[in-house]
């Protein structure tokens, strides 16, 4: 069982930058073999996939990202801190939601991205936290 944190939200204004963490535990886990997802659900609309770092083999890890933030949102890994971040550059008042950081560990990548926009997919999430962009 991997338990997952995430921590970094707020409030910021139209235009903004913000950068959300998510810190993973647990007894047998090794961190650096995990995919991690980042989802966002806003009040009144299902959740859905923002952008993924997915684990390939060995240290290699694919990025893949939802269309509405590519360009503006970045993800990273740190191996050592068991933490991967967010990065929301340009942000705009429809990235208003809880984010949630989600993590798995798929043996095979999926060098379509695919399997990684399903959040059910994905066996351990964090509590979310909270982004309001205001304008």
């Known amino acids: 069982q991997v338990q997952l944190v995430e921590s970094g939200g707020g409030l910021v204004q139209v235009g903004g930058s913000l950068r959300v963490s998510c810190a993973a535990s647990g007894r047998t886990f090794s961190f650096s073999q995990y995919t991690m997802g980042w989802f966002r659900q806003a009040p009144g609309k299902e959740r859905e996939f923002v952008g993924v770092?997915?684990?390939?083999?060995?240290?290699?890890?694919?990025?893949f990202y939802a269309d509405f933030v590519k360009g503006r949102f970045t993800i990273s890994r740190d191996n050592a801190k068991n933490t991967v971040y967010l990065q929301m550059n340009s942000l705009k008042p429809e990235d208003t939601a809880v984010y949630y950081c989600a993590a798995e560990h798929f043996p095979t990548y999926d060098s379509s991205g695919s399997t990684y926009t399903n959040g059910a997919a994905f066996g351990s999430w964090g509590q979310g936290t909270q982004v309001t962009v205001s304008s």
């Open positions: 770092n997915s684990w390939s083999a060995g240290s290699v890890y694919y990025a």
